[in-house]
C-alpha cells in the first residue's frame, strides 16, 4: 500500500499540508524496494516470516511547497486531487516527482512544479537514513470570489519571470506578497502574470524550480498597473538537462547522435562539434590531434561530410583547427560508421553530418568568443512581422599569426640586407542564413566558406615562397514544403574549390599551380507515409562539376603559362527506401540507390547499390539489428582535393560491401549500451597514395622527365592503383547521455583493415631481391582504440571533464617516416641496417593521452559569461610515428624514435546573449 500525505488547498489556492494518521511508504531503491509490515511497536521492513525486520520510521513534512491555483481557471471552477508519487532521498528532499492521476493540464503542471521545493524529515531504517518512495496529493478548490470581484479588483502589478542570462520565460513560477500571503499568482507558458493585490509596499518573494528564489520590493498604487521583469538565478547556469526531443525513427544500424553540450564541452575537443566524432567507436586516426576520422579501416576521404545535406570538401582548418563551421550553428551531429542510407550517395565509407540549429524567433540571441587559437562571433535576429529570420556568424585565426610572429623571431638573424622568409599560419570562415515563411512551407538561403593558408613567404625579391591555400564557397537554396499528406524538399547548391601551390625560388626558378573546381548541384526529396506501417522516402541529385588549371612554370631554360579545363564531369542519382513496420517490434528498411558517373569526353561508370536494414525490438530494453549493402566511390586520395574524385574516374570506380549486426540495450535507467560486429569486403580499392604498393614509390627505372605544362590524358601512364581488401571489427559504446549533472561514454573498437599489396623482398645485405604480394595491414590500421569521455557540471557552474585516450600502433611502413630497419651487413660484411620486408614490420608502440576541460560560468540579467580552459594531452605524451635508424659504416647502429607532442592549450572567454 502507499500512503498519500494529504495536502489541502485553501479558497485562494494557498497549500498546507496534513501529515497523514497512519503512514506508509516504500523501500530504498538501492538493491530493491520492499513492502512494509505494521508491528505494534510501528512500522517494519518486511524480510520474511522467520525474521524479526528492520524498524522503519516513515518521513514527515518538514516544509511546504505551495501549489497555487492558476488563475485562468478560476472561470472554470475546476477541483479535484492531484496524486503524485515522489521519490524522496536519503536527505529528505525531493528527487523526482511522478504524476499518478491528474485532473486537468494546469492543475497537473502547478503540482509538479512544486512538488520538488517540498522537503522531508528523511525516512530511516534502524536510524539509518534512507530513500523512500511515497504518494503525495495536492487538492485544489476553486477560489471562492464575489461575482464581481474580478472586474471591481484592477491589475495593480504585471510583467514577466525569466532565467537571468539566457532571458528565456520561466514557466510555472509563483509570486508571493508578504502583504497578501493568501493571493499568489504564477506565471504562464510565456512567463507573464497579472497580480490583484492592493496599493502600497509590497514585498514580493518570487520562486521557481530550478532557480534561486528572489525577493523584490514594489510600492503598488490604486488604479495604475506597474510593469516589471524579475530575473531568476538559476541553481546551475546551463545545466545537463535531459531535453526531451521529438527524436527521428531510429531505421538505420549504425548511427550515433550527440546535441547539445556532448558537441560543445568535451574535453580536448576545443568546443568543436565535428572533432567529437573521434572519440567514438569505429574511429581510427591518422596522428594524435589530427582531426580527419579514418572510419572503419578505410581512408579519410572515403567518409563523407555533411552539412544538411550539402556535401562539405574540406571539413577541419589545418588539418589540427576547429571544423570550418561555428559550432552555435551546429544543434545535432548524425554519425554513421557504416551502412549510411541510400541518401548518401558515392561513399565507401561512412557519413558525418552536422545539422543546423533551428532558427529561434522570439528575440534576439548572440555570443562572441576569444582564445588562444581564434575568435569567433554568432548572432541570430527575427523578424516576426515578416516571418524572416537572419543568422550570421565568423570566425578569424589570429593566433596561427601569432604562432609564425614567434617562430619568425626564433630564426636566424638575416645576411646584411636581406629579410627572412615569412612563416604563415592562417584561416578564416562565414555562414550566413536567410529564412522565410512562404505559405506552409520555408525557404532558405545559406551561404558558408572557409579559407586555409600555410607555408613560408618571401620578404625580399631574393627569398624563397613555398605557400599552399585551400578555399572554398557553398551557397545553398532550399525549399521545404508539405505535399500530398507528405513533405516535399527541393534545393539548388552553388560551389566553387580553389586549391593553389606556390613555390619560388629566385631568380630562375619558380612555380604555381591554381586548381579551380566550380559546382552545381541540385536535389529533391520527399517524405510520405503510404499507411500505418510503411512510409516511403525517395530523392534523387546531380552534381555537375567544372575544373580549370592555371599553370606557370619558371625554369632557367624556359617560361610556361597555361589555362586549361582538365576535368569536366557530371554525377547523377536517384534512390527510394520504404520503412516497413508490420508490428510495433519489427522494422524492415529495403532501399537502392542508382549513380551515374560521366567524364567527359567518353568516360560512364553506372553503379547500383541496394541496401537493407532490419530492427527487431526483442523487449522494451533490447533492440536487435542488422544490414547489409553495396557502395561506390570515384578513386580516393587521402583527404578530398579538387579534381581528383573528377580526374580519376578514368581509373574507375571502387566498391564494397558493408555487412553489420548489433544490440543496443537500456540496461539501467540512464545507461544505454551499443555492440556493433561488420564485416567490410572491399572489392575493389583505388586508394591514390604513396604508401598503397611498394613498387610505386620505390621506382628501380627511372622515368624520363614529363614535358612542361597541362599534361594530357591520354599522355599521362598512371600506377596500378588497384586493389582489394577486407576490414572487420568489433565496436563498444556505453553512453550515459546528458542528464543528472554529468554525461559520458566509453567506446571501444577491436578492428582490422588489410589490403591487397606488393611489396619487395629483401636479402641480408639490402638488396631488392623481388617482389611479393600479400594481405597486409592497411597503412592507418590501429587494433585496439579506446576513448573514456566524462563531464561534470557542479551545483557552482563549475564544469570538469576529461579524456582518456588510447589507441596501439600503426605499421611501422614508412607512412609518416622510416619503414622497419633490422641489424644486417652492408657489403664490406660492416654491421649495417637493412630495410625489412612489409610483412614483417614492427607495430609503432600504443600511445595514451588525457585531455582536460574546466571552465567556470557567471550570470548577468540579459548576458552570461563564460571562462574555459581546454587542453588536449595534458600528459604531453609524444606520439612515435617512426623511428630513426643511424649508424652503419663502421659507426654503431642505433634506434631513436621520432615524435612530436602535440599538445593544444586553449584559454578562453565566451560570451552568450
Known amino acids: 500500500m502507499a500512503v498519500w500525505l494529504l495536502v489541502l488547498c485553501a479558497p485562494v489556492g494557498r497549500a498546507s499540508a496534513q501529515a497523514p494518521s497512519t503512514p506508509d511508504a516504500g523501500a530504498p531503491p538501492v538493491a530493491a524496494e520492499v513492502d512494509l509490515a505494521r ?111 474580478v472586474a471591481q479588483a484592477p491589475v495593480t502589478l504585471s510583467g514577466r519571470v525569466r532565467t537571468k542570462g539566457n532571458r528565456r520565460p520561466v514557466v510555472g513560477a509563483t509570486l508571493v506578497s508578504e502583504a497578501v500571503p493568501d493571493a499568489p499568482v504564477q506565471t504562464d507558458a510565456q512567463g507573464n502574470f497579472q497580480a490583484r493585490w492592493p496599493a502600497g509596499e509590497h514585498r514580493v518573494r518570487v520562486s521557481a524550480p530550478g532557480h534561486k528564489a528572489g525577493t523584490f520590493r514594489e510600492v503598488l498604487k490604486a488604479q495604475e498597473a506597474l510593469e516589471v521583469v524579475y530575473g531568476l538565478e538559476p541553481l546551475v547556469i546551463n545545466p545537463y538537462e535531459t531535453v526531451v526531443r521529438a527524436d527521428r525513427e531510429r531505421t538505420e544500424v549504425s548511427r550515433v547522435t ?67 563551421i561555428h559550432p552555435d550553428f551546429i544543434d545535432t551531429i548524425d554519425f554513421f560508421p557504416g551502412s549510411p542510407p541510400p541518401r548518401y550517395g558515392r561513399l565507401l565509407g561512412g557519413a558525418i553530418e552536422g545539422r543546423l540549429s533551428r532558427p529561434r524567433d522570439d528575440r534576439v540571441h548572440g555570443s562572441a568568443y576569444a582564445d588562444l587559437i581564434n575568435a569567433g562571433f554568432f548572432l541570430e535576429t527575427p523578424f516576426p512581422s515578416t516571418g524572416t529570420n537572419v543568422s550570421v556568424a565568423g570566425r578569424y585565426s589570429y593566433t596561427p599569426w601569432l604562432i609564425a610572429l614567434a617562430a619568425n623571431k626564433l630564426q636566424d638573424p638575416p645576411a646584411p640586407g636581406r629579410l627572412n622568409e615569412k612563416v604563415v599560419l592562417d584561416f578564416w570562415d562565414y555562414q550566413l542564413r536567410v529564412e522565410q515563411d512562404v505559405g506552409r512551407g520555408k525557404l532558405r538561403l545559406f551561404a558558408f566558406g572557409s579559407s586555409d593558408t600555410f607555408g613560408t613567404e618571401a620578404q625580399d625579391e631574393f627569398g624563397d615562397t613555398a605557400m599552399q591555400s585551400i578555399i572554398f564557397h557553398r551557397m545553398d537554396l532550399r525549399h521545404r514544403h508539405p505535399l500530398g499528406g507528405g513533405e516535399l524538399e527541393l534545393g539548388v547548391t552553388w560551389g566553387l574549390d580553389r586549391f593553389a601551390i606556390v613555390s619560388s625560388d629566385p631568380p630562375d626558378d619558380a612555380t604555381a599551380i591554381h586548381i579551380d573546381q566550380g559546382t552545381w548541384a541540385a536535389r529533391a526529396g520527399y517524405t510520405v507515409p ?35 579545363p582538365v576535368a569536366l564531369a557530371t554525377f547523377m ?43 527487431h525490438q526483442f523487449n522494451d530494453a533490447l533492440v536487435l539489428k542488422g544490414s547489409a549493402g553495396l557502395f561506390h566511390q570515384p578513386p580516393t586520395s587521402l583527404i578530398s582535393l579538387p579534381v581528383v574524385d573528377v580526374g580519376s574516374l578514368l581509373l574507375g570506380l571502387q566498391r564494397g560491401v558493408q555487412l553489420s549486426l548489433g544490440a543496443e540495450w537500456k540496461a539501467f535507467k540512464g545507461l544505454e549500451l551499443g555492440v556493433d560486429a561488420y564485416v567490410n569486403p572491399l572489392v575493389r580499392t583505388i586508394e591514390l597514395t604513396p604508401f598503397s604498393d611498394e613498387g610505386l614509390t620505390d621506382e628501380e627505372t627511372p622515368l624520363p622527365d614529363p614535358e612542361p605544362g597541362i599534361p594530357d590524358r591520354g599522355d599521362i601512364d598512371f600506377p596500378d592503383f588497384q586493389s582489394s581488401g577486407v576490414a572487420y571489427g568489433l565496436e563498444l559504446l556505453i553512453r550515459h547521455p546528458l542528464g543528472d549533472n554529468w554525461f559520458g561514454w566509453l567506446s571501444y573498437t577491436l578492428q582490422r583493415s588489410v589490403r591487397r599489396t606488393r611489396f619487395y623482398r629483401y636479402d641480408f645485405e639490402g638488396n631488392v631481391m623481388g617482389e611479393a604480394t600479400g594481405d597486409l595491414p592497411f597503412a592507418f590500421d590501429q587494433t ?88 588536449l594531452n595534458v600528459t604531453i605524451s609524444q606520439e612515435t610515428v617512426s623511428f630513426e635508424y643511424d649508424g652503419g659504416g663502421g659507426r654503431p647502429l642505433s634506434k631513436k624514435a621520432v615524435g612530436l607532442p602535440i599538445v593544444l592549450p586553449i584559454l578562453g572567454m565566451k560570451g552568450r546573449y
Do not use: C
Open 784 to 871: 585496439h582504440v579506446l576513448n573514456l569521455v566524462l563531464s561534470y557540471k557542479f551545483s557552482n557552474s563549475v564544469t570538469l571533464g576529461g579524456v582518456l585516450h588510447f589507441n596501439t600502433g600503426r605499421p611501422e611502413y614508412g607512412t609518416l617516416g622510416t619503414q622497419t630497419h633490422r641489424p644486417g651487413r652492408d657489403g664490406s660484411g660492416r654491421p649495417s641496417w637493412v630495410k625489412a620486408d612489409r610483412d614483417a614490420v614492427d607495430r609503432l608502440p600504443p600511445f595514451f593521452r588525457f585531455d582536460m576541460r574546466l571552465s567556470k560560468a557567471w550570470v548577468y540579467e540579459t548576458f552570461s559569461l563564460e571562462a574555459y580552459l581546454d587542453m
Open 573 to 615: 542519382g536517384a534512390w527510394a527506401e520504404l520503412v516497413y513496420q508490420p508490428s510495433p517490434r519489427w522494422s524492415f528498411v529495403p532501399g537502392l540507390r542508382v549513380d551515374n558517373y560521366h567524364l567527359s569526353p567518353g568516360i560512364d561508370h553506372a553503379a547500383i547499390e541496394p541496401r537493407l536494414t532490419v530492427r
Open 258 to 324: 550527440l546535441h547539445d553540450a556532448e558537441l560543445r564541452e568535451v574535453p580536448g575537443t576545443m568546443g568543436d562539434p565535428f572533432r567529437v566524432v573521434m572519440l567514438l567507436p569505429g574511429v581510427g586516426s591518422m596522428l594524435s590531434g589530427v582531426a580527419y576520422p579514418v572510419v572503419r579501416g578505410s581512408q579519410p576521404a572515403a567518409t563523407g561530410y555533411f552539412l544538411d545535406g550539402i556535401r562539405v570538401p574540406i571539413l577541419f582548418h589545418l588539418f589540427l583547427g576547429p571544423a570550418v
Open 39 to 149: 508491528t505494534d511497536a510501528g512500522w517494519t521492513v518486511d524480510t520474511g516470516p522467520s525474521d524479526a525486520g528492520a524498524v522503519f520510521l516513515p518521513p514527515a513534512l518538514a516544509q511546504d511547497a505551495p501549489a497555487p491555483y492558476p488563475p485562468q481557471l478560476a472561470a472554470e471552477r475546476v477541483s479535484g486531487v492531484v496524486r503524485l508519487e515522489l521519490l524522496i532521498d536519503a536527505s529528505g528532499e525531493v528527487e523526482s516527482a511522478t504524476l499518478v492521476q491528474g485532473i486537468h493540464p494546469l492543475l497537473d503542471r502547478a503540482a509538479l512544479h512544486a512538488a520538488p521545493g517540498l522537503r522531508f524529515t528523511p525516512a530511516t531504517v534502524d536510524g539509518q537514513p534512507v530513500p523512500v518512495r511515497l504518494g503525495f496529493e495536492y487538492r485544489f478548490e476553486a477560489p471562492v470570489l464575489p461575482p464581481d470581484a
Open 530 to 564: 503510404l499507411d500505418s506501417t510503411v512510409t516511403l522516402r525517395l530523392g534523387g541529385d546531380v552534381d555537375h562539376k567544372r575544373a580549370i588549371v592555371d599553370f606557370y612554370e619558371l625554369t632557367p631554360d624556359e617560361e610556361t603559362e597555361q589555362l586549361a
